[in-house]
């Protein structure tokens, strides 16, 4: 019988090697996942001002130059455009382009087949049950 050392040990390893796997995975949408997040980020945070990479730091808990290197190869990509604030010249908002927003749609659809694939792989009572016992894990980390 395995102790509870043992168990903890090998739910620890399967975590890490998730991790791993989100790492080395090959890119969606051939994009990093850095890139994705902040491409994400600022569609949900933009009202139509923009969005100031202040905004995305604080939100993400990401310093503002790792922020704003990520930006610069989402310019450069053309996927965000940067702008002058109109109220604050100094300042600089940032916008999806039409190009950004479709690469988004994109790498969500992919998204979405990958999981759909682990249901199909799983089977639908597998997965809700994965559901339920990664919602507590997660409920579990935030309290502790």
Do not use: W
Request: net charge neutral.
């Amino acid at each position: 019988m395995e102790s509870s050392n043992d168990v903890a040990y090998k739910l620890m390893q399967a975590f890490m090697q998730l991790n791993r796997q989100r790492l080395h995975a090959t890119p969606i949408a051939e994009m990093r996942h850095s890139e994705l997040v902040v491409l994400r980020n600022i569609s949900r945070l933009d009202n139509g001002q923009g969005v100031m990479v202040s905004e995305l730091s604080a939100l993400l808990k990401v310093s503002a130059p790792s922020i704003t290197q990520t930006v610069n190869s989402l310019v450069k990509k053309e996927l965000v455009r940067r702008c002058a604030d109109s109220a604050d010249r100094r300042a600089v908002r940032l916008f999806l382009t039409d190009s950004g927003v479709e690469k988004l749609e994109a790498a969500f659809l992919e998204f979405k087949s990958q999981f759909q694939g682990l249901v199909n792989h799983m089977g639908k009572s597998r997965s809700q049950e994965l559901i339920a016992l990664l919602e507590e894990a997660y409920e579990y980390f935030e309290s502790n």
